[in-house]
Protein backbone atom coordinates (compact mmCIF):
# COMPACT_ATOMS: atom_id res chain seq x y z
CA UNK A 1 0.00 0.00 0.00
CA UNK A 2 1.21 3.59 -1.46
CA UNK A 3 2.74 4.81 2.54
CA UNK A 4 -0.39 7.97 1.93
CA UNK A 5 -3.03 5.45 1.81
CA UNK A 6 -1.60 3.43 4.56
CA UNK A 7 -1.23 6.52 7.27
CA UNK A 8 -4.60 7.22 5.99
CA UNK A 9 -5.89 4.30 6.86
CA UNK A 10 -4.44 3.97 10.07
CA UNK A 11 -5.55 7.47 10.84
CA UNK A 12 -8.97 6.66 9.99
CA UNK A 13 -9.35 3.54 11.93
CA UNK A 14 -7.80 5.62 15.07
CA UNK A 15 -10.66 8.46 14.59
CA UNK A 16 -13.35 7.18 12.74
CA UNK A 17 -13.75 3.60 13.60
CA UNK A 18 -17.34 3.43 13.31
CA UNK A 19 -17.37 5.81 9.92
CA UNK A 20 -17.84 8.92 11.97
CA UNK A 21 -18.51 12.41 9.79
CA UNK A 22 -15.57 15.04 12.05
CA UNK A 23 -13.34 16.74 10.11
CA UNK A 24 -9.91 15.90 10.54
CA UNK A 25 -7.20 18.28 11.05
CA UNK A 26 -4.08 17.88 9.55
CA UNK A 27 -1.72 21.03 10.64
CA UNK A 28 2.00 21.71 9.84
CA UNK A 29 4.27 25.03 10.37
CA UNK A 30 7.22 26.95 9.75
CA UNK A 31 8.95 29.83 11.33
CA UNK A 32 9.42 32.31 8.62
CA UNK A 33 13.08 33.29 10.11
CA UNK A 34 14.04 33.75 6.60
CA UNK A 35 14.24 32.15 2.96
CA UNK A 36 12.79 29.09 3.78
CA UNK A 37 14.97 25.42 3.19
CA UNK A 38 14.00 23.00 0.95
CA UNK A 39 13.72 20.29 4.02
CA UNK A 40 10.88 21.83 5.12
CA UNK A 41 9.15 21.03 2.13
CA UNK A 42 9.00 17.49 3.21
CA UNK A 43 7.26 18.72 6.19
CA UNK A 44 4.63 20.39 3.59
CA UNK A 45 4.49 17.59 1.16
CA UNK A 46 3.72 14.97 3.76
CA UNK A 47 0.90 16.50 5.68
CA UNK A 48 -0.62 17.25 2.11
CA UNK A 49 -0.55 14.11 0.59
CA UNK A 50 -1.83 12.46 3.77
CA UNK A 51 -4.55 15.24 3.81
CA UNK A 52 -5.30 14.24 -0.10
CA UNK A 53 -5.33 10.63 0.86
CA UNK A 54 -7.85 11.34 3.37
CA UNK A 55 -10.48 12.78 0.72
CA UNK A 56 -9.99 9.46 -1.22
CA UNK A 57 -10.86 7.85 1.13
CA UNK A 58 -13.72 9.56 1.52
CA UNK A 59 -12.58 10.66 5.02
CA UNK A 60 -13.46 14.51 5.83
CA UNK A 61 -10.89 17.00 6.46
CA UNK A 62 -9.22 20.36 6.58
CA UNK A 63 -5.15 21.14 5.61
CA UNK A 64 -4.26 23.60 8.27
CA UNK A 65 -0.15 25.48 7.44
CA UNK A 66 0.81 28.21 9.99
CA UNK A 67 3.76 30.10 9.13
CA UNK A 68 5.09 31.22 12.64
CA UNK A 69 6.00 34.86 13.13
CA UNK A 70 5.50 35.29 16.28
CA UNK A 71 9.02 33.49 17.06
CA UNK A 72 11.81 35.86 17.78
CA UNK A 73 14.41 37.14 15.18
CA UNK A 74 17.12 35.33 16.58
CA UNK A 75 19.86 36.06 13.52
CA UNK A 76 20.31 37.53 11.10
CA UNK A 77 21.05 35.81 7.49
CA UNK A 78 24.25 36.60 5.21
CA UNK A 79 21.97 37.82 2.54
CA UNK A 80 20.60 40.86 4.28
CA UNK A 81 22.10 44.21 5.52
CA UNK A 82 23.84 43.44 9.62
CA UNK A 83 23.71 47.20 10.39
CA UNK A 84 19.66 47.77 9.06
CA UNK A 85 18.75 44.47 11.38
CA UNK A 86 20.85 44.20 14.14
CA UNK A 87 18.78 46.53 16.54
CA UNK A 88 15.14 44.61 15.47
CA UNK A 89 17.17 41.26 16.77
CA UNK A 90 15.27 39.54 19.70
CA UNK A 91 11.91 41.18 18.57
CA UNK A 92 8.93 38.75 17.20
CA UNK A 93 9.28 38.50 13.35
CA UNK A 94 6.20 39.98 12.68
CA UNK A 95 7.39 43.13 14.31
CA UNK A 96 10.88 43.04 12.30
CA UNK A 97 10.52 45.18 9.42
CA UNK A 98 10.05 43.93 5.44
CA UNK A 99 13.11 43.40 4.00
CA UNK A 100 11.19 45.70 0.84
CA UNK A 101 7.67 46.97 0.50
CA UNK A 102 6.14 44.08 -0.97
CA UNK A 103 5.11 43.24 2.76
CA UNK A 104 3.94 44.47 5.42
CA UNK A 105 7.00 43.06 7.51
CA UNK A 106 9.82 40.72 7.63
CA UNK A 107 7.72 37.62 8.59
CA UNK A 108 5.39 38.16 5.66
CA UNK A 109 7.92 38.94 2.88
CA UNK A 110 9.55 35.35 3.39
CA UNK A 111 6.25 33.73 4.05
CA UNK A 112 5.16 34.95 0.74
CA UNK A 113 8.10 33.11 -1.02
CA UNK A 114 7.65 29.82 0.28
CA UNK A 115 3.60 29.87 0.06
CA UNK A 116 4.11 30.87 -3.76
CA UNK A 117 6.43 27.43 -3.50
CA UNK A 118 3.84 25.17 -1.78
CA UNK A 119 1.09 26.30 -4.08
CA UNK A 120 3.41 25.86 -7.07
CA UNK A 121 3.80 22.54 -5.77
CA UNK A 122 0.25 21.94 -6.11
CA UNK A 123 -0.87 22.19 -2.66
CA UNK A 124 -3.01 24.60 -1.22
CA UNK A 125 -3.84 24.24 2.73
CA UNK A 126 -5.52 26.87 4.53
CA UNK A 127 -2.62 29.22 5.41
CA UNK A 128 -2.82 31.33 8.72
CA UNK A 129 -0.42 33.42 10.88
CA UNK A 130 0.70 32.55 14.83
CA UNK A 131 0.56 36.36 15.63
CA UNK A 132 -3.15 36.27 14.56
CA UNK A 133 -3.54 33.41 16.50
CA UNK A 134 -2.53 35.45 19.94
CA UNK A 135 -3.37 38.59 18.81
CA UNK A 136 -7.30 37.54 18.04
CA UNK A 137 -7.36 36.11 21.95
CA UNK A 138 -7.37 32.55 20.33
CA UNK A 139 -4.76 31.61 22.58
CA UNK A 140 -5.64 33.24 25.83
CA UNK A 141 -7.47 29.97 27.20
CA UNK A 142 -4.64 27.94 26.85
CA UNK A 143 -1.87 30.72 28.01
CA UNK A 144 -4.31 31.06 30.85
CA UNK A 145 -4.34 26.94 31.50
CA UNK A 146 -0.45 27.02 31.24
CA UNK A 147 -0.04 29.77 33.65
CA UNK A 148 -2.01 28.20 36.31
CA UNK A 149 -0.32 24.45 35.00
CA UNK A 150 3.27 25.72 35.28
CA UNK A 151 4.47 23.66 38.19
CA UNK A 152 3.13 20.46 36.26
CA UNK A 153 4.34 21.61 33.29
CA UNK A 154 8.18 22.10 34.85
CA UNK A 155 7.62 18.36 36.37
CA UNK A 156 7.21 17.36 33.07
CA UNK A 157 9.71 18.66 31.30
CA UNK A 158 12.05 17.77 34.58
CA UNK A 159 10.63 13.94 34.24
CA UNK A 160 10.47 13.33 30.51
CA UNK A 161 13.38 15.39 29.06
CA UNK A 162 15.45 16.26 32.12
CA UNK A 163 15.06 20.09 31.65
CA UNK A 164 15.47 21.92 35.32
CA UNK A 165 13.49 25.03 35.27
CA UNK A 166 13.79 27.05 38.33
CA UNK A 167 10.73 27.30 40.87
CA UNK A 168 8.61 30.65 39.89
CA UNK A 169 9.59 29.78 36.05
CA UNK A 170 5.88 30.40 33.86
CA UNK A 171 6.21 29.15 30.56
CA UNK A 172 5.83 32.02 28.25
CA UNK A 173 7.67 34.92 26.76
CA UNK A 174 6.16 38.57 26.70
CA UNK A 175 6.75 41.20 24.45
CA UNK A 176 8.52 44.39 25.97
CA UNK A 177 6.55 47.09 26.27
CA UNK A 178 9.44 49.67 26.44
CA UNK A 179 11.73 48.10 23.52
CA UNK A 180 9.60 45.15 21.97
CA UNK A 181 11.59 42.13 22.34
CA UNK A 182 10.67 38.71 23.29
CA UNK A 183 13.68 37.12 23.22
CA UNK A 184 14.99 39.00 26.59
CA UNK A 185 12.44 38.45 28.89
CA UNK A 186 10.85 36.88 31.81
CA UNK A 187 7.53 36.57 33.57
CA UNK A 188 6.92 35.24 37.11
CA UNK A 189 4.04 36.10 39.71
CA UNK A 190 1.30 35.15 37.53
CA UNK A 191 -1.95 36.53 39.71
CA UNK A 192 -4.53 35.40 37.18
CA UNK A 193 -4.73 38.42 35.62
CA UNK A 194 -0.95 39.75 34.80
CA UNK A 195 2.51 38.74 35.46
CA UNK A 196 5.47 40.56 36.39
CA UNK A 197 8.21 41.17 33.39
CA UNK A 198 11.69 42.09 33.72
CA UNK A 199 14.02 42.35 30.07
CA UNK A 200 17.35 41.53 31.33
CA UNK A 201 20.45 43.43 29.28
CA UNK A 202 21.79 39.70 29.35
CA UNK A 203 19.57 36.93 28.90
CA UNK A 204 20.47 35.73 25.59
CA UNK A 205 23.72 36.64 23.94
CA UNK A 206 22.80 38.26 20.04
CA UNK A 207 20.93 40.67 21.93
CA UNK A 208 20.40 43.32 25.05
CA UNK A 209 17.36 43.98 27.01
CA UNK A 210 16.08 47.48 27.75
CA UNK A 211 16.41 46.41 31.91
CA UNK A 212 12.13 46.73 31.90
CA UNK A 213 10.41 45.73 35.09
CA UNK A 214 6.40 45.87 35.64
CA UNK A 215 3.77 43.91 35.42
CA UNK A 216 1.02 43.55 32.38
CA UNK A 217 -1.20 41.18 31.01
CA UNK A 218 -0.26 37.93 29.21
CA UNK A 219 -3.11 37.87 26.94
CA UNK A 220 -4.14 39.26 23.87
CA UNK A 221 -0.87 39.03 21.50
CA UNK A 222 1.07 40.58 25.07
CA UNK A 223 3.23 37.49 25.51
CA UNK A 224 3.90 33.83 23.90
CA UNK A 225 3.86 30.40 25.47
CA UNK A 226 7.36 28.28 24.99
CA UNK A 227 7.44 26.29 22.13
CA UNK A 228 7.00 22.77 24.00
CA UNK A 229 4.64 23.88 25.81
CA UNK A 230 3.05 26.13 22.40
CA UNK A 231 3.23 22.91 20.69
CA UNK A 232 0.61 21.06 22.81
CA UNK A 233 -1.76 24.01 22.96
CA UNK A 234 -1.93 24.87 19.57
CA UNK A 235 -2.93 21.37 18.97
CA UNK A 236 -5.63 22.01 21.22
CA UNK A 237 -6.86 25.29 19.78
CA UNK A 238 -6.37 24.10 16.05
CA UNK A 239 -8.24 20.95 16.85
CA UNK A 240 -5.67 18.87 15.69
CA UNK A 241 -6.20 15.50 14.63
CA UNK A 242 -2.46 14.83 12.93
CA UNK A 243 0.54 16.46 12.68
CA UNK A 244 4.27 14.90 12.29
CA UNK A 245 7.52 16.19 12.51
CA UNK A 246 10.84 15.59 11.87
CA UNK A 247 12.51 12.10 13.51
CA UNK A 248 14.39 14.10 15.83
CA UNK A 249 11.34 15.61 17.61
CA UNK A 250 10.19 11.97 18.07
CA UNK A 251 12.73 10.60 19.99
CA UNK A 252 12.88 9.38 23.97
CA UNK A 253 12.68 12.43 25.62
CA UNK A 254 12.47 14.94 22.74
CA UNK A 255 10.16 17.57 22.43
CA UNK A 256 7.02 15.43 20.88
CA UNK A 257 6.96 13.69 23.74
CA UNK A 258 7.02 16.75 26.08
CA UNK A 259 4.24 18.22 23.87
CA UNK A 260 2.31 15.05 23.88
CA UNK A 261 2.57 14.76 28.15
CA UNK A 262 1.94 18.84 28.28
CA UNK A 263 -1.09 18.29 25.94
CA UNK A 264 -2.95 15.39 28.01
CA UNK A 265 -2.11 16.66 31.58
CA UNK A 266 -2.24 20.59 31.32
CA UNK A 267 -4.20 21.56 28.29
CA UNK A 268 -6.55 17.95 28.48
CA UNK A 269 -6.21 17.16 25.04
CA UNK A 270 -5.10 14.29 23.47
CA UNK A 271 -2.06 14.09 21.35
CA UNK A 272 -2.62 14.14 17.37
CA UNK A 273 -1.69 11.29 14.90
CA UNK A 274 2.12 11.52 14.92
CA UNK A 275 3.87 11.14 11.35
CA UNK A 276 7.59 11.17 12.17
CA UNK A 277 9.50 11.24 9.23
CA UNK A 278 13.42 11.26 7.77
CA UNK A 279 15.29 14.75 6.60
CA UNK A 280 15.60 16.18 3.29
CA UNK A 281 19.20 16.46 2.45
CA UNK A 282 20.66 18.72 0.13
CA UNK A 283 23.88 16.96 -1.55
CA UNK A 284 23.95 14.63 1.57
CA UNK A 285 24.00 16.98 4.15
CA UNK A 286 20.80 18.43 6.21
CA UNK A 287 19.97 22.12 6.15
CA UNK A 288 19.08 24.54 8.92
CA UNK A 289 19.23 27.56 6.90
CA UNK A 290 18.81 28.91 3.21
CA UNK A 291 22.24 30.53 3.36
CA UNK A 292 24.05 27.67 1.30
CA UNK A 293 23.26 27.55 -2.84
CA UNK A 294 20.82 25.23 -3.82
CA UNK A 295 19.18 24.65 -0.54
CA UNK A 296 16.90 27.29 -0.22
CA UNK A 297 12.91 25.40 -1.46
CA UNK A 298 12.32 28.60 -4.07
CA UNK A 299 15.92 27.60 -5.76
CA UNK A 300 14.97 23.84 -5.52
CA UNK A 301 11.58 24.52 -6.98
CA UNK A 302 12.27 26.47 -9.72
CA UNK A 303 14.67 23.66 -11.44
CA UNK A 304 11.91 21.50 -11.85
CA UNK A 305 7.85 21.17 -12.67
CA UNK A 306 5.86 20.77 -10.38
CA UNK A 307 5.28 16.73 -11.10
CA UNK A 308 9.04 16.20 -10.82
CA UNK A 309 9.33 18.43 -7.68
CA UNK A 310 6.40 16.48 -6.06
CA UNK A 311 8.22 12.94 -7.23
CA UNK A 312 11.21 14.08 -5.71
CA UNK A 313 9.58 14.49 -1.97
CA UNK A 314 6.78 12.00 -2.51
CA UNK A 315 9.15 9.04 -4.06
CA UNK A 316 10.03 7.75 -1.08
CA UNK A 317 8.62 6.60 2.48
CA UNK A 318 8.42 9.00 5.14
CA UNK A 319 11.26 7.02 7.06
CA UNK A 320 13.55 6.84 3.99
CA UNK A 321 15.89 10.02 3.65
CA UNK A 322 16.13 11.79 0.74
CA UNK A 323 18.89 13.39 -0.86
CA UNK A 324 18.81 15.68 -3.34
CA UNK A 325 22.11 17.05 -5.24
CA UNK A 326 21.21 19.38 -7.75
CA UNK A 327 24.89 19.70 -9.22
CA UNK A 328 25.00 15.58 -9.55
CA UNK A 329 22.45 12.97 -10.93
CA UNK A 330 19.56 13.56 -8.69
CA UNK A 331 17.82 15.81 -11.95
CA UNK A 332 18.17 13.39 -14.81
CA UNK A 333 17.30 10.62 -12.36
CA UNK A 334 14.21 11.96 -11.63
CA UNK A 335 13.02 12.07 -14.79
CA UNK A 336 13.84 8.44 -15.51
CA UNK A 337 11.49 7.48 -12.42
CA UNK A 338 9.34 9.63 -13.87
CA UNK A 339 9.20 7.84 -17.24
CA UNK A 340 9.43 4.43 -15.74
CA UNK A 341 5.98 5.12 -13.51
CA UNK A 342 3.96 6.36 -16.45
CA UNK A 343 5.18 3.33 -18.50
CA UNK A 344 4.34 0.98 -15.52
CA UNK A 345 1.04 2.95 -15.39
CA UNK A 346 -0.32 2.41 -18.86
CA UNK A 347 0.16 -1.39 -17.62
CA UNK A 348 -1.13 -1.06 -14.37
CA UNK A 349 -2.74 1.03 -12.67
CA UNK A 350 -3.79 -0.49 -9.45
CA UNK A 351 -0.47 -1.15 -7.51
CA UNK A 352 1.99 1.16 -5.27
CA UNK A 353 3.58 2.81 -8.33
CA UNK A 354 0.33 3.55 -9.92
CA UNK A 355 -0.80 5.31 -6.63
CA UNK A 356 2.67 7.20 -6.45
CA UNK A 357 2.28 8.27 -10.33
CA UNK A 358 -0.88 9.67 -9.87
CA UNK A 359 -0.10 11.83 -6.42
CA UNK A 360 2.81 13.05 -7.93
CA UNK A 361 0.55 15.15 -10.32
CA UNK A 362 -1.32 18.28 -8.53
CA UNK A 363 -4.54 17.79 -7.79
CA UNK A 364 -7.72 19.94 -8.21
CA UNK A 365 -9.32 20.28 -5.21
CA UNK A 366 -13.09 20.41 -5.31
CA UNK A 367 -16.12 19.03 -2.98
CA UNK A 368 -17.65 16.22 -3.15
CA UNK A 369 -20.85 17.87 -3.29
CA UNK A 370 -22.14 21.53 -4.24
CA UNK A 371 -22.94 22.15 -0.67
CA UNK A 372 -19.78 20.79 1.15
CA UNK A 373 -21.99 19.34 4.13
CA UNK A 374 -19.70 16.40 4.21
CA UNK A 375 -16.32 18.34 4.17
CA UNK A 376 -14.56 15.47 1.94
CA UNK A 377 -12.65 16.95 -1.14
CA UNK A 378 -12.49 14.97 -4.10
CA UNK A 379 -8.70 15.02 -6.14
CA UNK A 380 -9.16 15.03 -9.81
CA UNK A 381 -5.30 14.80 -11.17
CA UNK A 382 -4.45 15.86 -14.68
CA UNK A 383 -2.16 12.85 -16.31
CA UNK A 384 -0.66 12.37 -19.39
CA UNK A 385 -2.67 11.24 -21.91
CA UNK A 386 -1.61 7.28 -22.57
CA UNK A 387 0.75 6.99 -25.27
CA UNK A 388 2.86 10.44 -24.25
CA UNK A 389 6.31 10.04 -25.34
CA UNK A 390 8.63 11.10 -22.71
CA UNK A 391 12.30 11.61 -24.54
CA UNK A 392 15.22 10.91 -21.89
CA UNK A 393 15.33 14.04 -20.14
CA UNK A 394 19.53 13.23 -20.25
CA UNK A 395 19.20 13.30 -23.98
CA UNK A 396 16.90 16.56 -24.07
CA UNK A 397 19.69 17.72 -21.79
CA UNK A 398 22.19 17.00 -24.66
CA UNK A 399 20.66 18.19 -27.41
CA UNK A 400 19.39 21.95 -26.20
CA UNK A 401 23.26 21.86 -26.58
CA UNK A 402 23.89 21.61 -29.71
CA UNK A 403 22.11 24.61 -31.73
CA UNK A 404 23.13 22.97 -35.34
CA UNK A 405 20.23 20.47 -34.27
CA UNK A 406 16.23 20.78 -34.85
CA UNK A 407 15.09 19.73 -31.08
CA UNK A 408 11.87 18.42 -32.09
CA UNK A 409 13.38 16.50 -35.50
CA UNK A 410 15.77 14.61 -33.36
CA UNK A 411 12.87 13.86 -31.25
CA UNK A 412 10.65 12.57 -33.58
CA UNK A 413 13.93 10.35 -34.66
CA UNK A 414 13.72 8.57 -31.21
CA UNK A 415 10.11 8.60 -31.52
CA UNK A 416 9.70 7.10 -34.74
CA UNK A 417 6.97 9.05 -35.36
CA UNK A 418 5.23 12.75 -35.40
CA UNK A 419 4.84 14.13 -31.99
CA UNK A 420 1.37 14.83 -31.05
CA UNK A 421 0.50 18.07 -29.04
CA UNK A 422 0.87 16.38 -25.64
CA UNK A 423 4.14 15.43 -26.75
CA UNK A 424 5.33 19.01 -28.08
CA UNK A 425 4.24 20.67 -24.57
CA UNK A 426 5.96 17.82 -22.50
CA UNK A 427 9.10 18.04 -24.79
CA UNK A 428 8.88 22.41 -24.07
CA UNK A 429 8.87 21.99 -20.74
CA UNK A 430 11.79 19.56 -20.77
CA UNK A 431 14.13 21.70 -22.71
CA UNK A 432 13.39 24.97 -20.98
CA UNK A 433 13.82 22.86 -17.46
CA UNK A 434 17.08 21.10 -19.06
CA UNK A 435 18.41 24.73 -20.00
CA UNK A 436 17.79 26.03 -16.62
CA UNK A 437 19.65 23.26 -15.09
CA UNK A 438 22.75 23.46 -17.75
CA UNK A 439 22.89 27.01 -16.70
CA UNK A 440 22.92 27.20 -13.08
CA UNK A 441 23.55 23.81 -11.45
CA UNK A 442 24.46 20.60 -14.18
CA UNK A 443 27.61 18.28 -13.15
CA UNK A 444 30.48 18.61 -16.13
CA UNK A 445 29.30 15.23 -17.60
CA UNK A 446 26.02 16.53 -18.72
CA UNK A 447 27.93 19.63 -20.39
CA UNK A 448 28.46 19.60 -24.38
CA UNK A 449 30.06 22.31 -26.66
CA UNK A 450 30.71 21.69 -30.36
CA UNK A 451 34.07 22.98 -30.32
CA UNK A 452 34.46 25.31 -33.46
CA UNK A 453 38.17 24.74 -33.48
CA UNK A 454 40.18 21.59 -32.73
CA UNK A 455 40.31 21.49 -29.03
CA UNK A 456 43.87 21.74 -27.72
CA UNK A 457 43.44 17.68 -25.99
CA UNK A 458 42.90 16.25 -29.23
CA UNK A 459 46.12 17.51 -31.05
CA UNK A 460 48.16 14.44 -28.23
CA UNK A 461 46.10 11.50 -29.94
CA UNK A 462 48.53 8.25 -30.43
CA UNK A 463 49.56 7.33 -34.25
CA UNK A 464 46.90 4.20 -33.68
CA UNK A 465 44.04 6.79 -33.24
CA UNK A 466 44.74 8.84 -35.99
CA UNK A 467 44.59 5.80 -38.01
CA UNK A 468 41.09 5.12 -36.66
CA UNK A 469 40.00 8.25 -37.55
CA UNK A 470 41.64 8.45 -41.11
CA UNK A 471 39.85 5.54 -41.66
CA UNK A 472 36.75 6.73 -40.56
CA UNK A 473 37.34 10.04 -42.41
CA UNK A 474 38.03 7.93 -45.98
CA UNK A 475 34.18 6.15 -45.31
CA UNK A 476 32.40 9.72 -44.68
CA UNK A 477 34.34 10.60 -47.52
CA UNK A 478 32.90 8.54 -49.77
CA UNK A 479 29.29 9.14 -49.89
CA UNK A 480 27.67 11.75 -51.13
CA UNK A 481 25.92 12.44 -47.70
CA UNK A 482 26.56 11.90 -44.26
CA UNK A 483 25.88 8.00 -42.90
CA UNK A 484 23.70 7.14 -40.43
CA UNK A 485 24.32 7.01 -36.71
CA UNK A 486 23.70 3.09 -36.98
CA UNK A 487 26.05 3.27 -40.45
CA UNK A 488 28.67 5.03 -38.42
CA UNK A 489 28.31 3.05 -35.43
CA UNK A 490 28.64 -0.59 -37.77
CA UNK A 491 31.78 1.18 -39.59
CA UNK A 492 33.56 2.24 -36.01
CA UNK A 493 32.98 -1.44 -34.59
CA UNK A 494 34.65 -2.77 -37.83
CA UNK A 495 37.61 -0.47 -37.47
CA UNK A 496 37.97 -1.30 -33.29
CA UNK A 497 37.90 -5.02 -34.40
CA UNK A 498 40.39 -4.65 -37.90
CA UNK A 499 43.27 -2.27 -35.83
CA UNK A 500 42.38 -3.62 -32.32
CA UNK A 501 41.77 -0.72 -30.66
CA UNK A 502 40.19 -0.27 -27.36
CA UNK A 503 36.86 1.21 -27.74
CA UNK A 504 37.74 4.02 -24.76
CA UNK A 505 40.23 4.84 -27.07
CA UNK A 506 38.55 4.98 -30.11
CA UNK A 507 35.54 6.33 -29.30
CA UNK A 508 37.40 8.92 -26.88
CA UNK A 509 38.98 10.20 -29.62
CA UNK A 510 36.44 11.20 -31.40
CA UNK A 511 35.02 12.60 -28.20
CA UNK A 512 38.04 14.93 -27.69
CA UNK A 513 38.12 16.18 -31.54
CA UNK A 514 34.91 17.55 -31.57
CA UNK A 515 33.78 17.98 -28.04
CA UNK A 516 36.57 18.48 -26.40
CA UNK A 517 36.18 15.90 -23.36
CA UNK A 518 36.68 11.88 -23.63
CA UNK A 519 32.72 11.15 -23.16
CA UNK A 520 29.27 12.17 -24.38
CA UNK A 521 26.48 10.56 -26.60
CA UNK A 522 26.59 7.87 -28.91
CA UNK A 523 28.71 9.05 -30.78
CA UNK A 524 27.49 7.34 -34.35
CA UNK A 525 24.05 9.36 -33.72
CA UNK A 526 25.74 12.13 -32.61
CA UNK A 527 28.38 12.45 -35.89
CA UNK A 528 25.30 11.87 -38.20
CA UNK A 529 23.74 14.81 -37.40
CA UNK A 530 26.71 17.05 -38.05
CA UNK A 531 27.25 19.29 -41.08
CA UNK A 532 29.58 16.18 -43.87
CA UNK A 533 32.39 19.39 -44.37
CA UNK A 534 32.46 20.21 -40.90
CA UNK A 535 33.31 16.55 -39.97
CA UNK A 536 36.11 15.81 -42.73
CA UNK A 537 37.65 19.00 -42.04
CA UNK A 538 37.68 18.27 -38.34
CA UNK A 539 38.70 14.91 -39.01
CA UNK A 540 41.28 15.95 -41.73
CA UNK A 541 42.96 18.43 -38.49
CA UNK A 542 43.01 16.05 -36.16
CA UNK A 543 44.95 13.28 -38.24
CA UNK A 544 47.23 15.74 -39.81
Request: hydrophobic fraction near 40%; charged fraction near 25%.
Amino acid sequence: MFWADRLAKEIRERFQPLGGSEALVVRDEKTVSGRVHIGSMRGVAIHGAVHEALGDARVAGVFRYEFNDFDPMDDIPAYLDRATYEPHLGKPLCRVPSPDASAKNYGEYFAQEFKGVIEGAGWHPEFYWASELYRSGAMDGVIREALEGADAIRRIQKEVSGSDKKEGWLPISVVCPQCGKIATTDATNFDGATVEVNCYETKVLYTKGCGFNGRMSPFGGNSKLFWKAEWGAKWKVCSVKVEGAGKDHSTKGGSREVANHIAKEVFKYEPPFDVPYEFFLVGGKKMSSSKGRGSSAKEIADLLPAKIFRLALLGKDINQAINFDPEGDTIPILYDQYDALAAGYQKVQDDDYARLFEFVHPAEDASRSPSAEDGVSVHVRHLPPAGTFFPRFSQVAFLVQMPHLSLEREVVTLKGSELTDADKQELAERAAYAKKWLAEYAPEKFVFTLQGTLPEAAKNLSALQKKALSELHEYVKTGDTMPSGEEIQKKLHQIKESLAIQPQDLFGALYLSFLGKSYGPKIGWFLSVLDKDFVLKRLQEVTA
